[in-house]
């Protein structure tokens, strides 16, 4: 991106592209906000997508705000990959779910509660963990005991 690419305003769309920016429960949402965003090097701007970089749960969106920044000309670490745990307790999380739902309920039954119950934590993880998302919850799920 060269530097006559950028803007210096803020976008019309600022208050959208700001909510979704901070969207707990949408990562693609918050990924989108932080593309078109980093078309415009304002001080809001930056100040969001530093939010973004350092706590974002989801690696791909904290990567895009590092990106963007960087291309800013802004000084930046890149964020660190490896994390314990998305969520505190998240295996409480998948407890509480697989409680609520009768005792021989189905996986995709557990999968569709979970998504009710804590968009926060299913979306996260499944921007986190991409393709080996199902695999990963469906082994928690087993795992969990009642």
Same mark, same amino acid.
């Given at each position: 991106?060269?530097?006559?690419?950028?803007?210096?305003?803020?976008?019309?769309?600022? *208050?959208?592209?700001?909510?979704?920016?901070?969207?707990?429960?949408?990562?693609?949402?918050?990924? *989108? %906000?932080? *593309? *078109?965003?980093?078309?415009?090097?304002?001080?809001?701007?930056? !100040?969001?997508?530093?939010?973004?970089?350092?706590? !974002?749960? @989801?690696?791909?969106?904290?990567?895009?705000?590092?990106?963007?920044?960087? %291309?800013?000309?802004? #000084? @930046?670490? @890149?964020?660190?990959?490896?994390?314990?745990?998305?969520?505190?307790?998240?295996?409480?999380? @998948?407890?509480?779910?697989?409680?609520?739902?009768?005792?021989?309920?189905?996986?995709?039954?557990? +999968?569709?509660?979970?998504? +009710?119950?804590?968009? !926060?934590?299913?979306?996260?993880?499944?921007? #986190?963990?991409? #393709?080996?998302?199902?695999?990963?919850?469906?082994?928690?799920?087993?795992?969990?005991?009642?």
């Amino acid at each position: 991106m060269n530097n006559e690419e950028l803007n210096n305003g803020l976008p019309e769309n600022y *208050e959208e592209l700001k909510k979704a920016a901070g969207r707990s429960a949408d990562w693609r949402a918050r990924l *989108e %906000a932080v *593309e *078109e965003l980093g078309r415009f090097n304002h001080k809001q701007i930056i !100040d969001i997508l530093n939010r973004l970089m350092i706590s !974002d749960p @989801v690696y791909t969106v904290q990567e895009a705000a590092y990106a963007k920044l960087k %291309a800013f000309g802004e #000084e @930046v670490t @890149v964020p660190s990959k490896n994390k314990a745990e998305l969520f505190r307790g998240v295996s409480k999380i @998948v407890l509480r779910v697989k409680k609520s739902l009768p005792r021989d309920h189905s996986y995709e039954e557990f +999968k569709e509660k979970l998504k +009710k119950m804590r968009i !926060d934590v299913y979306d996260a993880y499944e921007g #986190e963990k991409g #393709e080996d998302f199902d695999a990963w919850l469906q082994k928690l799920w087993a795992s969990a005991t009642k």
